[in-house]
Protein backbone atom coordinates (compact mmCIF):
# COMPACT_ATOMS: atom_id res chain seq x y z
CA UNK A 1 0.00 0.00 0.00
CA UNK A 2 3.02 2.26 0.41
CA UNK A 3 3.95 4.90 2.77
CA UNK A 4 0.75 6.99 2.62
CA UNK A 5 -1.24 3.66 3.39
CA UNK A 6 0.66 2.58 6.03
CA UNK A 7 0.13 5.92 7.75
CA UNK A 8 -3.33 6.50 7.00
CA UNK A 9 -4.06 2.71 8.47
CA UNK A 10 -2.22 3.81 11.38
CA UNK A 11 -3.81 6.88 12.09
CA UNK A 12 -7.56 4.87 11.56
CA UNK A 13 -6.24 2.25 14.15
CA UNK A 14 -5.33 5.43 16.69
CA UNK A 15 -8.59 6.52 15.90
CA UNK A 16 -10.76 3.26 16.45
CA UNK A 17 -8.60 2.67 19.67
CA UNK A 18 -9.23 6.46 21.21
CA UNK A 19 -12.87 6.01 20.53
CA UNK A 20 -13.66 2.62 22.17
CA UNK A 21 -11.54 4.59 24.81
CA UNK A 22 -14.19 7.48 24.88
CA UNK A 23 -16.74 4.86 25.14
CA UNK A 24 -15.43 2.51 27.59
CA UNK A 25 -14.52 5.32 30.03
CA UNK A 26 -18.14 6.77 29.22
CA UNK A 27 -19.82 3.79 30.24
CA UNK A 28 -17.69 3.33 33.67
CA UNK A 29 -18.82 7.51 34.16
CA UNK A 30 -22.16 6.34 33.67
CA UNK A 31 -22.47 3.92 35.85
CA UNK A 32 -20.45 5.80 38.85
CA UNK A 33 -22.80 8.43 38.75
CA UNK A 34 -25.94 6.13 38.56
CA UNK A 35 -24.30 4.44 41.64
CA UNK A 36 -24.14 7.51 43.69
CA UNK A 37 -27.83 8.39 43.16
CA UNK A 38 -28.96 5.33 44.13
CA UNK A 39 -30.77 5.67 47.05
CA UNK A 40 -29.32 3.41 50.32
CA UNK A 41 -31.53 1.73 52.77
CA UNK A 42 -29.84 -1.53 53.12
CA UNK A 43 -27.09 -1.33 50.17
CA UNK A 44 -28.67 -3.90 47.95
CA UNK A 45 -29.61 -1.42 45.37
CA UNK A 46 -26.36 0.28 44.96
CA UNK A 47 -24.83 -3.43 45.39
CA UNK A 48 -26.52 -4.84 42.27
CA UNK A 49 -25.16 -2.22 39.12
CA UNK A 50 -23.63 -4.35 35.89
CA UNK A 51 -22.58 -3.83 33.08
CA UNK A 52 -22.12 -6.04 29.97
CA UNK A 53 -21.74 -6.30 26.64
CA UNK A 54 -24.64 -7.03 24.26
CA UNK A 55 -27.97 -7.91 27.00
CA UNK A 56 -28.33 -6.81 30.31
CA UNK A 57 -26.71 -8.70 32.97
CA UNK A 58 -29.53 -10.06 35.04
CA UNK A 59 -27.34 -11.22 38.34
CA UNK A 60 -28.41 -9.95 41.86
CA UNK A 61 -26.40 -10.41 44.79
CA UNK A 62 -26.76 -9.65 48.55
CA UNK A 63 -26.05 -6.18 50.23
CA UNK A 64 -22.22 -5.60 50.16
CA UNK A 65 -20.77 -2.62 51.57
CA UNK A 66 -18.85 -2.19 48.43
CA UNK A 67 -20.79 -0.40 45.79
CA UNK A 68 -19.54 -0.75 42.54
CA UNK A 69 -20.15 -1.66 38.78
CA UNK A 70 -20.01 -5.02 38.62
CA UNK A 71 -18.75 -6.77 35.04
CA UNK A 72 -16.37 -3.42 34.33
CA UNK A 73 -13.09 -5.70 34.79
CA UNK A 74 -14.54 -7.68 31.92
CA UNK A 75 -14.86 -4.40 29.67
CA UNK A 76 -12.71 -4.92 26.74
CA UNK A 77 -9.63 -2.47 26.76
CA UNK A 78 -9.23 -0.72 23.38
CA UNK A 79 -8.41 -2.45 20.40
CA UNK A 80 -4.60 -3.01 19.53
CA UNK A 81 -4.15 -3.04 15.24
CA UNK A 82 -8.19 -3.59 14.84
CA UNK A 83 -11.34 -1.38 14.17
CA UNK A 84 -13.17 -0.96 17.11
CA UNK A 85 -14.60 -3.54 19.90
CA UNK A 86 -17.58 -1.88 20.54
CA UNK A 87 -18.38 -1.57 16.89
CA UNK A 88 -22.42 -1.58 17.28
CA UNK A 89 -22.49 -3.84 20.16
CA UNK A 90 -24.56 -1.91 22.74
CA UNK A 91 -22.98 -1.27 26.52
CA UNK A 92 -25.51 -2.17 29.22
CA UNK A 93 -25.80 -0.91 32.44
CA UNK A 94 -28.85 -2.82 34.42
CA UNK A 95 -29.85 -3.37 38.28
CA UNK A 96 -32.11 -6.52 38.29
CA UNK A 97 -33.62 -6.35 41.34
CA UNK A 98 -37.44 -6.33 41.28
CA UNK A 99 -37.86 -3.03 43.12
CA UNK A 100 -35.39 -1.34 41.50
CA UNK A 101 -37.65 0.68 38.35
CA UNK A 102 -40.08 1.81 41.63
CA UNK A 103 -36.75 3.63 42.84
CA UNK A 104 -35.93 4.87 39.24
CA UNK A 105 -39.55 6.46 39.38
CA UNK A 106 -38.40 8.61 42.67
CA UNK A 107 -40.28 5.97 45.32
CA UNK A 108 -37.18 7.01 47.61
CA UNK A 109 -37.01 10.39 48.99
CA UNK A 110 -33.35 10.61 48.43
CA UNK A 111 -33.41 10.07 45.07
CA UNK A 112 -37.04 11.16 44.06
CA UNK A 113 -35.85 12.00 40.32
CA UNK A 114 -34.20 8.41 39.97
CA UNK A 115 -30.90 7.80 39.04
CA UNK A 116 -31.10 6.58 35.68
CA UNK A 117 -33.00 9.40 33.68
CA UNK A 118 -30.37 12.17 35.47
CA UNK A 119 -27.63 10.57 34.25
CA UNK A 120 -29.10 9.84 31.06
CA UNK A 121 -29.77 13.48 30.70
CA UNK A 122 -25.81 14.23 31.89
CA UNK A 123 -24.77 11.47 28.76
CA UNK A 124 -23.73 14.16 26.08
CA UNK A 125 -21.37 16.21 28.61
CA UNK A 126 -19.95 13.15 30.29
CA UNK A 127 -19.18 11.61 26.52
CA UNK A 128 -17.85 14.96 25.32
CA UNK A 129 -15.72 15.78 28.59
CA UNK A 130 -14.24 12.71 27.87
CA UNK A 131 -13.55 12.98 24.50
CA UNK A 132 -11.79 16.24 24.79
CA UNK A 133 -9.50 14.32 27.51
CA UNK A 134 -8.75 11.29 24.76
CA UNK A 135 -8.90 13.38 21.17
CA UNK A 136 -8.05 16.78 22.79
CA UNK A 137 -10.35 18.36 20.03
CA UNK A 138 -13.84 19.34 20.70
CA UNK A 139 -17.25 17.60 21.56
CA UNK A 140 -18.53 14.79 19.41
CA UNK A 141 -21.90 14.26 20.59
CA UNK A 142 -24.56 17.10 20.68
CA UNK A 143 -27.17 17.86 23.16
CA UNK A 144 -25.18 18.66 25.43
CA UNK A 145 -25.17 21.65 28.06
CA UNK A 146 -21.57 22.63 26.70
CA UNK A 147 -22.08 22.28 22.94
Do not use: C
Not at 17 to 24: H, P
Not at 41 to 66: C, F, H, M, V, Y
Not at 95 to 120: C, D, H
Request: no cysteine; aromatic share 6%; hydrophobic share 35%.
Amino acid sequence: MGKVGDRLRARTVDYSRNLDEVIRRSALEVGRRIIDRTPIKTGKARSNWNISLGAPDITTRDATAEHYLHGAEDLPQPGVGKLSVYDEIPVMISNSLPYAPKLERGSSTQSPSGMVRITAMEFPTIVNAIARRVFGTRNIVSGGFDD
